[in-house]
Nanobody
Framework: VQLQASGGGFVQAGGSLRLSCASS???????MGWFRQAPGKEREFVAGIGWSGGSTYFADSMKGRFTISRDNAKNTVYLQMNSLKPEDTAVYFC?????????????????WGQGTLVTVSS
């Protein structure tokens, strides 16, 4: 599975961005996740989605602001980010598991995209 994240950029606080993660491999049975890493901080879980799209998971600070979705026909996962805050500034990574079991730790994901930078100004 090869992953390509895109959609990052510069936005003012309160704005929105949509990130995309395109997969070149099979997505059947794959649990997908988004993580982020700010300078000097550890990589943290943002959101995850099961194969059917019916099961989604969010870190507490993202609930109500971010949504995650997937289009299996396009092998693409999306992260819609609304009401962005300066503390959301980070490099965002998409990741994949070959298991359908939901996980939130980086070490549980075997495949990673290259990251896309999101900068939120105050």
């Amino acid at each position: 599975v090869q992953l390509q994240a895109s959609g990052g950029g510069f936005v003012q606080a309160g704005g929105s961005l949509r990130l995309s993660c395109a997969s070149s491999g099979r997505t059947f049975g794959v649990y997908m996740g988004w993580f982020r890493q700010a300078p000097g901080k550890e990589r943290e879980f943002v959101a995850g989605i099961g194969w059917s799209g019916g099961s989604t998971y969010f870190a507490d600070s993202m609930k109500g602001r971010f949504t995650i979705s997937r289009d299996n026909a396009k092998n693409t996962v999306y992260l819609q980010m609304n009401s962005l805050k300066p503390e959301d500034t980070a490099v965002y990574f998409c990741a994949a598991r070959t298991s359908i079991v939901a996980r939130t730790k980086p070490e549980d994901f075997g495949y990673w995209g290259q990251g896309t930078l999101v900068t939120v100004s105050s």
